[in-house]
């Protein structure tokens, strides 16, 4: 049996997106046995995190400093803004480095479901952004759900007289892939954003 914290620990760890309670038992462990190494080092990094980084008043990034290093950087097309969901879809754009534009973080997702509605979203600081003298485009960057999709339409809606241009990322058939095992919808999509070859 096992002590108060290191349950605690074990139940904190299993919290984490891919670690179920046998992950995260094995993980407490690994960190127990290399205190020094990894234990005391991981709490020094997140209690510097937990103090540090907040979300920049401008695009909703995480940085440890305001504005984020993307909006403070004037090399950026301050013309075009990318939607995404949430950070995570952020840094996936960055690890691709095809953008150079700036970012807008909504929060989220509309969903009946979980209750989150066009007010628990960041659409309010967007449609203001978008209404800048300097914004001519902006990129509907959002997942290919349903919830993905009913919040695009909301956000176009919200930016139809904003006077910019709303695109979206292309769907269809993904690099390397294999008609006959794509989903109806990914084929159907596909058809639909065909281009000149």
């Known amino acids: 049996m096992s002590g ?3 349950e605690r620990l074990t139940q904190l760890l299993a ?3 891919g670690l179920g309670p046998r992950s995260a038992r094995r993980a407490a462990l690994h960190l127990l046995k290399r205190r020094d190494s990894l234990l005391v080092p991981l709490a020094e990094a997140l209690t510097e995190v937990q103090q540090k980084v907040t979300n920049c ?8 400093c305001q504005p984020c290093a993307i909006c403070a950087d004037p090399s950026r097309d301050g013309s075009v803004i990318c939607i995404v969901e949430e950070v995570a879809d952020l840094w996936a754009m960055e690890r691709a480095r095809a953008f150079r534009g700036r ?3 909504l929060g989220g997702t509309l969903s009946a479901l979980a209750g989150v509605g066009p007010d628990d979203l960041n659409l309010a600081g967007l449609v203001e952004r978008a209404r800048a ?3 001519t485009e902006v990129i509907l960057a959002l997942n290919a759900t349903v919830d993905g999709q009913a919040t695009a339409h909301v956000v176009a809606d919200r930016l139809a007289h904003a006077g910019v241009a709303i695109s979206r990322l292309a769907q269809g058939v993904p690099l390397g892939g294999e008609l006959d095992y794509l989903d109806d919808g990914t084929l159907a999509a596909a058809l639909r954003a065909r281009r000149p070859a």
């Open 57 to 64: 008043t401008i695009c909703g990034n995480l940085d440890s």
């Open 15 to 17: 919290k984490l997106p």
């Open 4 to 6: 108060i914290e290191i």
């Open 133 to 135: 003298e300097e914004v």
């Open 103 to 105: 970012y807008h973080v």
